[in-house]
């Protein structure tokens, strides 16, 4: 048992509900570069071209093993492009009778290969970078966590019922693509834990279940990782999503390639907060507009400025990525958050006591309830429930050092002085403050207490670029 003492917890409303809607009927779909960090994209189709699941739709310029494939069968809709015509999404759109084809299960004499061959491999992560997984290194370990601490976030297990036997086939097969431990994490009492431990690691030495308890971060990889094997440099860790094994499995056991994933839509301005079944990268309209604009929601502000409008998160509130309304899921996403924008003015908002803004360094007077009865949040009428919101409750000003960092960042790293050394772009200086074993959403928490108002996680990414670049 390993227990996380640094972290916060942020007490949002609109938990997904235990239930599953079916929405695999959804027509669009796309595969977008910009979700894989490095990637430079070779385009491999054109506009009408018809392609079927694990068909390529684009590749790595760098490196063409490395292959994107459709997720569906049908029709490229739109190659949509951006400045200096940069790739941003290869749009299909999903035939309405699929083509069924015979498939036999995978040899696994040649793993990667076949893995590269399909399109699967963009499944693996590797640190440092948090770049899809080079086939010709050899990771130090690879770790799959069973859940997850970020706020709103689906309990995989309750998503991955039925789809068991897949995840053990999918990690027997990432067991044997390292000489090193294969490491399954979960909270204490995991169910998909248990399973592991019974019908895997009892047979795979290589193969280890540990258990985290503790606020979020928790469940980040890069804090479990920190726990387990630390990144030095010239060293690399794989990750993959729980559900992204079950896909691995399916595919090994079956030779069908259904890159499907239970997501959770939850958030304060969804209707009715659950979870849908839907296919990888689809376009989330539909889903939006059967969940947005919760007439039970309160007012945030007295004006009509702003008032009734919904930002669309992919991913989760600290670390995801807003996208449009009628955008599409992130290829390494579960979660979808509906927040109420922030686009409006307290009036006296500084002087006020603040009963309803969340706050870690007591700057309102929420920031006087404990820690350890944020559970409560839930009972507490609604004139003094915490809201949350998009608004930052401030400009940007200048760094100062208050100590807060290291109350909510768990690794054994100055965040505050590795943050400078990124700012002033000195290498020799992160290397020494640890910044092979970060990614942007380890300072996640860090940028949301952050009274100077500090985009912290782009700094942290174009820091991590410059060394890959130099790497190479």
Known sequence: MIRIKKGLDLPIEGVAEYRVSDARDIATYAVKPTDF???????????????????????????????????????????????????????????????????????????????????????????PFGMVASPDSTPKAIVVSCFDSAPLAPDYDFAMQGRESDLCEGLEALASLTEGTLFVTSRPGGRLARFVEQHVASKRKNVR??????????GNVGTQIACLCPINKGETVWTVNVQDVAVIGRWVRTGVYCPERVIAVAGPQTKNPHYYRVIAGACIESIVEDQKLNPDYPAIHASEQGQGRVRVVSGN????????????????????????????????????????????????ASGFVPRCMTGIYSMLPEFVKPKFDTNVH????????????????PFDIYPLQLLKACIIGDIDLMEKLGIYEVEPEDFALCEYIDPSKTDIQPIIREALEKLRKEAV
């Open 394 to 409: 401030g400009g940007v000003r200048p760094l100062v050092f208050t100590g807060n960092f290291e109350r909510v960042f």
């Open 317 to 364: 509130v600290l670390s995801g990525s807003r996208i449009a309304e009628n955008g599409f899921l992130g290829a390494y996403d579960s979660l979808l958050t509906l927040l109420p924008e922030g686009d409006y003015y307290d009036f006296m908002g500084w002087l006020l006591p603040g009963l309803t803004k969340h706050s870690f360094s007591r700057t309102f």
């Open 37 to 127: 960090v490095g990637l430079v994209p070779k385009l491999l189709v054109a506009e009408g071209d018809r392609v079927s699941p694990g068909d390529a739709l684009f590749c790595d310029k760098n490196d063409d093993r490395i292959r994107f494939v459709s997720p569906v069968d049908g029709e490229v809709q739109a190659v949509v492009r951006g400045e200096k015509r940069k790739l941003l999404a290869v749009v299909v759109k999903k035939a309405s009778a699929s083509t069924s084809q015979d498939k036999q299960p995978v040899c696994q004499d040649d793993l990667k290969k076949n893995m590269l061959d399909s399109g699967l491999w963009a499944l693996l992560r590797q640190r």
């Open 209 to 218: 279940v540990e258990y985290f308890e503790g606020p979020h971060p928790a």
